[in-house]
């Protein structure tokens, strides 16, 4: 059975940083996609970033590159959201995500991934 532990949000000034991280069990993960989805209070959960394990390729929404960096840690099983230059609207829980990379062919679809954390909240203050 493969769980997803996230970790890392908490309350923070704009402009500021936080690191989310998602730690992976179960299952090997090298052969696994992991996505980073978020969901507002009120709105539809989106995509935010994704990367493929076997070769670090990597998926960035639009709203969040060049401030959010998507990164795997092999030896400990983690995937990492490094986020910079966070702006209140970035204020949602995010979840982590996976799926065999075999049969993800689509990683800004959450409806692709079988596997959820149980999110963190992560809530920037203006």
């Known amino acids: 059975q493969v769980q997803l532990v996230e970790s890392g949000g908490g309350l923070v000034q704009a402009g500021g940083s936080l690191r989310l991280s998602c730690v992976a069990s179960?299952?090997?993960?090298?052969?696994?996609?992991m996505g980073w989805f978020r969901q507002a209070p009120g709105k539809e959960r989106e995509f935010v970033s994704g990367?493929?394990?076997?070769?670090?390729?990597?998926y960035y929404a639009d709203s969040v590159k060049g401030r959010f960096i998507i990164s795997r840690d092999n030896a400990k099983n983690t995937v990492h959201l490094q986020m910079n230059s966070l702006k209140p609207e970035d204020t949602a829980v995010y979840y982590c995500a996976a799926r065999g990379s075999r049969y993800l062919s689509d990683y800004l679809n959450q409806y692709e991934y079988n596997y959820w954390g149980q999110g963190t909240q992560v809530t920037v203050s203006s």
């Open positions: 990367i493929r394990w076997s070769d670090g390729r990597t």
């Open positions: 179960g299952r090997t993960f090298s052969s696994y996609g």
